[in-house]
């Protein structure tokens, strides 16, 4: 995935988080209201609104994947073919699908644009505002017909693969999404790892991918914040006071916090992150943990199943990265300046 792709489905996927989460917590509160019976009329019925804003949420995250997309693109004349080619594949084709339609309009529309770029002036309002959209949107629309006829089966297999892994398969699973989470930090690999648990979530489903992928995610930057505290002279003074901010930085699932520590000793740091990262995601399956929100870290522990599995197994990874460290890592030269 070239820099400019990456730049686009990250724009796509930045505005879906937030959409996500709140879905996530309000169908949390729609299921506890829920299940308490009460017998009251208005009460009842700010439920049922709940429930109803839930189900639009999770309804409008593809056409809002997919019009991002396209917006990054082609900028606005790309919102209205993204918008639609995103909604046409929340039934048939799924996130992936979603993803596929942002591209082809976001292309599409700007291909469009160049070849209207010479029209007249006294064309320019009218092709603007009512051919760019209708012709581009009409293309992506025929275009997202004969995809989802092709493919609908296929995407829908691989979702459902997705969400109902075996325990050996979703150890194994655990472990690759773990490896990719700490491989970059922050990078393409760890963004795809992340898109794919998106993609297990998108339709409202709580997963153990998804919680296999926070998990390892937060191990790096809690393992260096822990390390600086246990050893502090394992990294230079500087070092040692950006490291503090790691402790939030991983609990609210902020990978890319130990890049710099990485980047200090990368053939040391970079196998121990990896290995307490894919292992933190391993776990996750043997304690049948499932989350269904996309971000937050520790702020979204209460919408786990079997919360106390994501933490033994954030534990154990970050714990494990920190002893490897304190093998591998050789004490720093100079003297450690304390604090005064």
């Not at 997963?207 to 191990?219: L, P, W």
């Not at 919360?307 to 460290?325: C, K, R």
């Amino acid at each position: 995935m070239n820099q400019k792709m990456h730049k686009h489905m990250m724009s796509g996927i930045s505005p879906i988080i937030p959409l996500l989460v709140v879905a996530s917590i309000f169908m949390f509160l729609f299921l506890k209201l829920d299940s308490l019976n009460i017998q009251n009329s208005l009460l009842n019925e700010m439920i049922n609104v709940l429930n109803q804003a839930t189900q639009w949420m999770y309804i409008l995250v593809l056409p809002v994947f997919a019009g991002f997309i396209a917006y990054s693109i082609a900028n606005k004349p790309g919102i209205v073919p993204g918008l639609v080619g995103g909604g046409l594949a929340v039934y048939a084709t799924g996130m992936i699908g979603a993803l596929v339609a942002g591209f082809i309009a976001g292309y599409l529309t700007k291909y469009i644009l160049v070849l209207f770029k010479n029209i007249p002036n006294t064309l320019k309002g009218l092709s603007t505002m009512v051919i760019i959209p209708l012709l581009s949107t009409l293309l992506v629309a025929f275009f997202m017909l004969l995809f989802n006829m092709s493919f609908s089966q296929i995407f829908r297999d691989i979702e459902q693969i997705l969400i109902q892994l075996d325990l050996i398969y979703a150890i194994l699973f655990g472990l690759i999404f773990g490896i990719m989470m700490a491989i970059d930090m922050g990078g393409p690999i760890n963004k795809i790892a992340f898109f794919i648990g998106i993609v297990s979530i998108s339709q409202g489903r709580s997963t153990m991918i998804m919680a296999s992928i926070m998990a390892s995610g937060m191990v790096p930057p809690l393992s260096i914040a822990l390390l600086t505290l246990i050893n502090k002279r394992k990294f230079k003074y500087e070092q040692n006071q950006l490291a503090k901010k790691n402790w939030m930085m991983g609990l609210s699932f902020m990978t890319e916090g130990a890049i710099p520590f990485s980047a200090e000793n990368p053939k040391k740091v970079m196998p121990a992150i990896i290995i307490g990262s894919a292992l933190a995601g391993a776990f996750i399956p043997l304690f049948g943990t499932t989350l269904s929100a996309p971000h937050g870290g520790i702020l979204v522990l209460f919408l786990m199943t079997n919360w106390w599995g994501f933490l033994i197994s954030l534990a154990a990874g970050t714990m494990i990265t920190v002893i490897l460290l304190l093998i591998l890592l050789p004490n720093v030269q100079e003297e450690v300046v304390e604090n005064k």
